[in-house]
């Protein structure tokens, strides 16, 4: 990748919906040289794909729960799969100590997260969980 890649990539980051037209015109280059460049990016996996961001509103409350997970470590790649189909799951993070996994998830209501960390304990290959809730946030640079 070279500085015109990541400024394809940061464009895309932007609004991943901008027509390759409109992302050459912003960047000075041929919109050909910025289709063939999406392309090759997505084939070498450089882009793995894109997705949707959801507008939350001030009235969209939220209970967040931070989950370790020690897995079998053969399993691993096949967890972190099935991890990827909950929605609630919103960051994993691959860690060394006690635990292998460590999971932020969110949901409108305790009931459902409390139903995912019932769900998560019986995903053949993790070994044990530990869960705490999040009281709030003291510092989000996100």
Request: charged share 30%.
């Given at each position: ?111 459902d997260l409390d ?28």
């Amino acid at each position: 990748m070279d500085q015109l890649d990541r400024r394809i990539i940061a464009a895309l980051q932007h609004n991943a919906r901008d027509s390759t037209t409109r992302i050459a015109a912003m960047l000075g280059v041929a919109r050909t040289t910025v289709h063939e460049r999406i392309n090759r990016m997505e084939e070498r996996g450089v882009i793995a794909g894109y997705s949707v961001v959801l507008r939350e509103t001030e009235d969209t409350p939220k209970v967040q729960i931070i989950v370790l997970l020690e897995v079998q470590q053969k399993e691993t790649t096949r967890i972190i799969k099935r991890l990827e189909t909950y929605p609630e799951v919103k960051l994993c993070l691959s860690i060394n100590g006690e635990f292998d996994l460590l999971l932020s998830a969110e949901a409108p209501r305790i009931e459902d997260l409390d139903i995912l960390v019932d769900e998560l304990a019986r995903v053949p290959g993790v070994l044990r969980t530990n869960t705490s809730v999040v009281f709030g946030r003291k510092i989000d640079r996100n």
